[in-house]
């Protein structure tokens, strides 16, 4: 077998985990909007795609879809600062919103996206999913309404996590082998 899988020293959570959870995820959020009209999803791009796709499948009720382009990470550690790549913000005029990400780490790249939603996009009611939340010490004070899973304080990869920008494909969540962080 070749390919980016190689480079993971250790797999957290393979693909039938990942599955099941997401399903555990769309039927909690199912129950929860069912009443909640009109409903839009946002996920932070890149990190939050896959998620996107595979959570969306598994809420059945209407919904639209957005996405918001933001960057904090260099490397494996946290910049500090919260970079918007656009911008527009989404129509969320009136609507139920469900902001998607990967990772819940520092807090702040959910705090800032929820704070300019708030301020910027009269919603009616905004929560937030993490498909991973990292046990570590916040930034802010925000923790998300929907959590996949609790991982430990350390840099993970996989189901459109990135390291520089590879990795995204993969499967599952691991952590790489150290001979492939750059020194
Ligand atoms: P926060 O703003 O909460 O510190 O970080 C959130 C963003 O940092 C996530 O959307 C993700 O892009 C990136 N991030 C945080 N922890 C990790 C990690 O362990 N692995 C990867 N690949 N990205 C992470
Ligand atoms: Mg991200």
């Known amino acids: 077998m070749s390919g980016p899988r190689n480079h993971l020293e250790r797999i957290l959570f393979g693909e039938t985990e990942i599955r099941k959870c997401i399903a555990d995820l769309g039927a909690a959020i199912t ?8 409903l839009s999803v946002v996920t932070i791009l890149q990190g939050g795609a896959l998620f996107m796709a595979d959570l ?9 879809i957005e996405s918001i382009s933001v960057s904090s990470y260099e490397g494996t550690s946290s910049s500090g ?6 911008n527009g913000m989404p129509d969320l005029n009136g609507r139920h919103v469900l902001i998607l990400d990967d990772i819940l780490d520092s807090g702040r790249t959910l705090f800032a996206i929820q704070s300019r939603f708030e301020g910027e996009c009269q919603p ?5 999913c993490v498909f991973l939340s990292k046990q570590c010490e916040r930034a802010v004070e925000i923790e998300a309404d929907y959590v996949g899973f609790e991982v ?25 082998k150290p001979e492939f962080y750059e020194k």
């Open 31 to 38: 129950k929860d909007y069912k009443d909640k009209r009109p």
């Open 56 to 64: 969306i499948r598994e809420i059945h009720l209407p919904l639209k």
């Open 81 to 86: 600062t919260v970079k918007f790549h656009q």
């Open 124 to 128: 009616l009611s905004i929560q937030t």
């Open 152 to 176: 430990g304080d350390e840099f993970v990869v996989g189901y459109g996590l990135d390291y520089n920008g590879e990795y995204r494909n993969l499967p599952e969540i691991g952590v790489l």
